[in-house]
């Protein structure tokens, strides 16, 4: 199941306007990379079928974009709330203590994402240094979509824990 999708689950704050079309866009690049990715393994087996040798370096255009592909694609999907959850037991919950626990385990998550993109100020320029064998291309841009992707997802995790701070402490009219 997925976020607010139930009847007693909290309604979605969907973001709009250039939010929005920006993280839609970057649904549309996963589905690219996912292509790009398609069409190297099966070229690779095509050639390999007819008995002739691959491409070099073409069998690590899959498996490094693999990694651009996960951190877009969980980008997207944390700007729609479609991250598959259990919330059988959430849903069961008063509004409150529902909105409590989304603040703890978005707060938790937001945690998280910050540690990445902390130890990527390491990661990223020590695998600059090293290349891959086959296309010869630095590992750093490989690495680099960690942190890039980690920022991308922070942005709806902050927007979902002020919407759930604010179904904490509802205003009164």
């Known amino acids: 199941m997925t976020a607010g999708r139930d009847e007693g689950a909290p309604p979605q704050r ?14 549309h690049l996963g589905g690219l990379i996912l292509a790009v990715m398609a069409g190297a393994v099966f070229l690779q ?27 877009i694609g969980a980008a997207s999907a ?9 919330d059988y037991f959430l849903n ?8 409590l626990v989304v603040v703890l385990t978005t707060g938790l998550g937001i945690a998280l994402f910050l540690f990445l993109i902390e130890i990527s100020f390491v990661l990223v320029p020590n695998a600059q ?42 205003r009164r009219s």
């Open 14 to 27: 969907a973001a709009g306007g250039a939010f929005g079309r920006a993280y839609e866009a970057l649904g």
């Open 129 to 170: 240094l090293q290349t891959s064998a086959g296309l010869g291309l630095p590992l750093g841009y490989v690495f680099a979509a960690i942190p890039l992707g980690a920022a991308l997802i922070l942005l709806p995790m902050f927007r979902k824990l002020l919407g759930a701070l604010k179904d904490l402490w509802p």
């Open 45 to 71: 087996v095509v050639l390999r079928f007819l008995g002739r040798t691959g491409i070099d370096g073409l069998e690590e255009v899959p498996r490094y974009l693999f990694v651009w592909l996960i951190m």
């Open 78 to 86: 944390m700007q729609r709330d479609e991250h598959t959850v259990l």
């Open 92 to 99: 069961r919950f008063s509004p409150r203590l529902r909105a």
